[in-house]
Every structure is written in structure tokens, then in C-alpha cells.
């Protein structure tokens, strides 16, 4: 039973990386982060159910906070580059080749 | 009364940085008047921090905390190197900003809320704690390296910078989770006596632990994951790379060591990848230094070459007797040279880091003798040619690697120092052999001129501490 919700966080986690190296657009991007930190609070409360603890709970609501903070400062980025190019793509903002 | 003093520097910065906050909703008080309030509060820090530098392992607050912050000689010492490079950085911001005009009184709370983070990161033995401070600093350093609103080429730096970051910060939370449910506990020492009872080859714990490696690599500018830091370096604001690039790597570093020293298995398992790492980090590192033309973008893989040596020192720390004094003290010989030179090109660079490249600092000797000198000291300590720190860093981080046995690392070290002499030798010969073609004027601000001399005085003092100690 708690192998399912295991698999569950693992693909949702997977789904989030390559979210994150294939698609273009900043928005997208952000939303697969989020995917990535939802598939491991789901984790969180998987284990918590396992170990019966109360203890992955909290962590998975620390980790909410932390979340919704960095959401917060991408759309703000979001918005900031859209001023500057009116556009979204990645691959637009490409001054800085390292 | 002891855990309170040690608790002490984190609320002295902690309350600066929200007094800061709240000062900004005044129109009458002048951004230069908050860079002084905003030295105090570091300076104020830095000597509580100094009073308890020689406090041995503590747990703060155990009953409270329920042993998260354990505070012990290295964190102090970290503590005081992230200290001394805010106090450092705040310093030149005060030059750099009479001639770029982008600063608004928030830039210096945000300084002291990321230190804010850092130091908490330092005391953390907790991975729950750890993640959250370390998310403190990087959202802060996030928005420091954007700061300059109206420059495409800095939001460029955060956007690359805010979407690898929360990617390894990402990787970080889902080790985390691997790890609470393999040991039932997100506690260095549970997860030290878990390991020690059980077994680290637990897949749960083994995939935790790489999940972590990746954020904490990603952080530290390692080898696979070291890309996104020419670009962010190459675009934030000159005080702000030399910020990121020593206190940030600092704090990083301490976490780094202190997790991997909770157990002796645990670090056993790991060594032949952080060996690998270690050494291709130092040549990747030093082949990017080569081909670069901006000295920001120089400094920048040249921080890279110097993660792979804190990463040797990594692999040859023994977890039995763990004392940080190797990394300690390589971090604070970085610290000084790396932030030198950015405080020097804080005023150097002019109005809009219009000098960047090595072609724009010619004949620099000619006309500002003195800081063609002291550039020529951080860049010789950052070589690590004696009798600066970087030498005496150096050479301790290869003799600890000699010692743990790893002789193939300490030649494979050595001969990275070799190559990195070259590219900073390439600057050290542009200043001194070539007729100057500019007057080299500056903002007028005495403060950043003040932080190089102070640094250069720090150079050869770390340098010879060991040897008059």
C-alpha cells in the first residue's frame, strides 16, 4: 500500500526534472519546481504513515512555507522579464553564455 | 546564559536585518546612512562571535530546539568568516553604489537577512532546519544578484540562478524525505546512530544521501553542476559576486562537512565519488579559468577550482576526532583574497562595470600603484604562493590529504595550483607590463579603498598565524 504512494511521489518527481530541462518557457519551469517539492512532501506523509509518526506532517508543512516563498520571488522574476522582453522563452534570454 | 551568547551573533544580525525593514518605510533616511547602520550590527556580531570563539561542542537550547543548532569550534569560525565578509561586503556596496545608482535602504536588510541564513545554516544539524536556512540564504542572495532592476544582464543572472536554484533545492527536500523514511528521523545524530546500527547501504538512505550530495554540490559550484556560476557571477553587482562567492560557499561548506561527518560509514561510502568530483571540479575549473576574458568570469571559475580543493579536504576529514580546522581555515584564506578583489573592483570598475575585462585593467600600476599591489597579493594568496594564506590553506588541505592516505588527490592538487597560476599571473602582468591608457578615476568613497587594505593586512596575517602561533 505505501509503495503505491512511494511510486506515486517518484514519478511526480520525474515528471518535475524533465518539466524542468525540456520545456521553454519560465512559467512552466517554475510550475515543474513546484511539482518536484510536492512529490516529496507527498513522500513526507507517505513515511509518516509508515513510521506512524506525526513527524512528516510537519516537515511537509515547512516545506509548503519554503515553497510558496520562492513562488512568491519567481513571479515577481517572472514579471521583471517580461518587462524587459515581453516574452517568456528561455531561450530569449541568452546574454550570458558560459 | 552560554547557548544565549552563542545565539547571540544569528539575533544580533537577525533584528538589524528587520530594523533595517522597518527603516525603510522612512523617505528621510539616506541609503549611505543604513550601509553604517548595517556595519555596525555586522561589527557588533562579529565581536560576540570573537568572545565565544573558543566555546567547545554545545547543543543549543536542547530542550527548546530538541537538538537541532549544536554550535562547536567550527561553526564559530564560520560564523566569523561569514560575519567578516558581510561586514566586508557592506563596506565596498557603500563605494560601489556612489556610482551605480540602482540601491535602494532594502539592499543592506537583504545582506543581513541571507547572513541571517547563513549562520543559521552553520548551526544546523538538522536536515529540516538545514533546508530552510539554506533556502533563507538563496532567496536573498536571489534577489541581491537581481537587484539592478533596469539591467537585462542581471535578470537574466537570477532568473538562471533562481531556477537551478529551487531545482537542487528541490533535490534537497526529496532527500531529505528518503532519508526520514529510511531512519524515521531528519536528526544528524539519529541518522549517525541509524547508519552506525544498521547499515548505509540502505537504498533509502543511499538515495537520500546522493539527493543531498546533488543540492549541496549544486550550491557549492562542483563539477556537474557548475555551469550556472560564471553566468550569475558575470551578472550580479561586483559586491555582491565577492558576497556569494565567499560567505555563501562558506556556510555551504560547513553544512557540507558537518553532514558528512556524522558518520564514519556514511563518509566511507562516499570517497571514491567525492574523490572524482573533487578532481574534476579542479580541472573543469581550471580550464574555464583559462579561456575567460572578464575578470569577474575568471573569478568565477577560479571559486570553482577552489571548491575542489575544500572538496579534498572533504574526502580526508577523519569523522572519529572531526574538527573543521582544515576547511575552516581554507575558507577563511579564500574569504580574504576572493573578497579583496571584489572590494577592489567594486572601485576600480567605475560606473557601470564599465571595466571588466583584463584589457581594461593595463598600465593599472602606472596609476594606482597601491591597488595594483594589494590586487597582486589576493591574486598571489589565491595562487598560493608563500607567505600569503592561500599558500599555508594549500598546503594544509594537501598535507590532511597525504595524511588520510589519498596521495593520487594531493598530486593531482598540486598540479591544479600549478595551472591556475596562469591565469592569475595573466592580470598580475597586464597591471604591471603595459603602459596605462586611462586615469583609473573613482567614486570618491573612501570605505571600499579601506576594506582592500584592511583584506591585503588579513592575507598576511592568516597567512602567518599558524607559523607565530
Not at chain 2, 304 to 319: D, F, M, R
Request: hydrophobic residues 55%.
Amino acid at each position: 500500500m505505501i509503495q503505491n504512494y512511494l511510486i506515486l511521489s517518484i514519478i511526480l518527481f520525474c515528471l518535475g526534472i524533465l518539466g524542468v530541462i525540456t520545456r521553454r518557457n519560465v512559467f512552466t519551469v517554475f510550475m515543474s519546481i513546484e511539482l518536484m517539492l510536492n512529490a516529496a512532501n507527498l513522500a513526507f506523509l507517505a513515511f509518516s504513515r509508515l513510521h506512524e509518526s506525526m513527524d512528516g506532517h510537519v516537515l511537509a508543512m515547512m516545506v509548503m512555507a519554503v515553497a510558496a516563498a520562492e513562488a512568491a520571488l519567481a513571479l515577481a522574476v517572472v514579471i521583471l522579464l517580461h518587462k524587459h522582453k515581453g516574452k517568456l522563452d528561455t531561450n530569449l534570454f541568452s546574454l550570458l553564455k558560459g | 546564559m552560554d547557548d544565549l551568547m552563542l545565539l547571540f551573533p544569528l539575533l544580533i544580525i537577525g533584528s538589524g536585518a528587520l530594523l533595517l525593514m522597518l527603516l525603510a518605510a522612512f523617505e528621510k533616511i539616506e541609503v549611505e546612512s543604513a550601509s553604517y547602520i548595517s556595519m555596525g550590527f555586522f561589527a557588533a556580531a562579529f565581536f560576540v562571535q570573537l568572545l565565544v570563539a573558543s566555546t567547545p561542542e554545545t547543543v543549543l537550547f536542547g530542550k527548546i530546539f530538541n537538538g537541532m543548532l549544536v554550535s562547536s569550534n567550527f561553526t564559530t569560525i564560520a560564523g566569523l568568516i561569514i560575519l567578516g565578509c558581510g561586514f566586508f561586503t557592506t563596506m565596498s556596496s557603500h563605494t560601489y553604489f556612489r556610482v551605480n545608482l540602482f540601491c535602494t535602504l532594502e539592499f543592506y536588510a537583504i545582506i543581513l537577512f541571507g547572513t541571517c541564513g547563513m549562520l543559521l545554516l552553520t548551526l544546523s544539524q538538522e536536515l529540516i532546519t538545514a533546508f530552510i536556512s539554506l533556502e533563507i540564504m538563496s532567496l536573498s542572495i536571489y534577489i541581491l544578484v537581481g537587484y539592478d532592476r533596469s539591467n537585462i544582464r542581471s535578470t537574466e543572472a537570477i532568473l538562471k540562478y533562481l531556477m537551478l536554484g529551487a531545482f537542487a533545492g528541490a533535490f534537497f527536500i526529496m532527500g531529505t524525505a528518503f532519508i526520514y523514511g529510511g531512519t524515521q528521523s531528519t536528526k544528524f545524530a539519529e541518522i549517525g546512530s541509524f547508519v552506525a546500527g544498521h547499515s548505509a547501504t540502505n537504498p533509502l538512505v543511499l538515495g537520500g544521501v546522493f539527493f543531498i550530495f546533488v543540492a549541496f554540490l549544486f550550491k557549492a559550484a562542483a563539477f556537474p553542476f557548475h555551469a550556472w556560476v560564471i553566468d550569475v557571477y558575470d551578472g550580479a553587482a561586483a559586491p555582491v559576486t565577492g558576497f556569494m562567492a565567499t560567505a555563501l560557499k562558506t556556510a555551504v561548506f560547513t553544512i557540507f562537512a558537518n553532514f558528512l561527518a556524522i558518520n564514519g560509514a556514511l563518509h566511507q561510502g562516499w570517497i571514491t565519488f567525492l574523490f572524482y568530483i573533487a578532481v574534476f571540479t579542479m580541472f573543469g575549473g581550471n580550464l574555464i579559468a583559462i579561456g575567460q576574458h572578464s575578470i569577474k568570469r575568471m573569478l568565477a571559475a577560479s571559486g570553482i577550482v577552489h571548491s575542489g580543493y575544500l572538496l579534498i579536504a572533504l574526502v580526508a576529514i577523519s569523522t572519529d576526532h572531526f574538527t573543521g580546522t582544515v576547511i575552516g581555515y581554507y575558507l577563511a584564506a579564500y574569504a580574504v583574497g576572493t573578497l579583496g578583489i571584489f572590494s577592489a573592483l567594486s572601485y576600480l570598475g567605475g560606473e557601470g562595470e564599465k571595466r571588466a575585462t583584463f584589457e581594461d585593467f593595463k598600465g593599472l600600476a602606472k596609476v594606482r600603484p597601491y591597488s595594483a599591489a594589494a590586487i597582486t597579493v589576493f591574486l598571489l594568496s589565491m595562487a598560493g604562493i608563500p607567505p600569503t594564506a592561500g599558500f599555508m590553506a594549500k598546503f594544509y588541505v594537501i598535507t590532511s590529504a597525504v595524511t588520510a592516505g589519498h596521495m593520487t588527490l594531493a598530486l593531482l592538487g598540486i598540479m591544479s595550483s600549478i595551472l591556475s597560476i596562469r591565469y592569475y599571473l595573466r592580470l598580475i602582468i597586464n597591471m604591471y607590463f603595459h603602459e596605462a591608457e586611462e586615469y583609473f578615476e573613482t567614486g570618491g568613497s573612501p570605505w571600499a579603498t579601506a576594506a582592500t587594505f584592511i583584506l591585503v593586512f588579513c592575507v598576511f596575517a592568516i597567512g602567518l598565524y599558524p607559523i607565530v602561533i
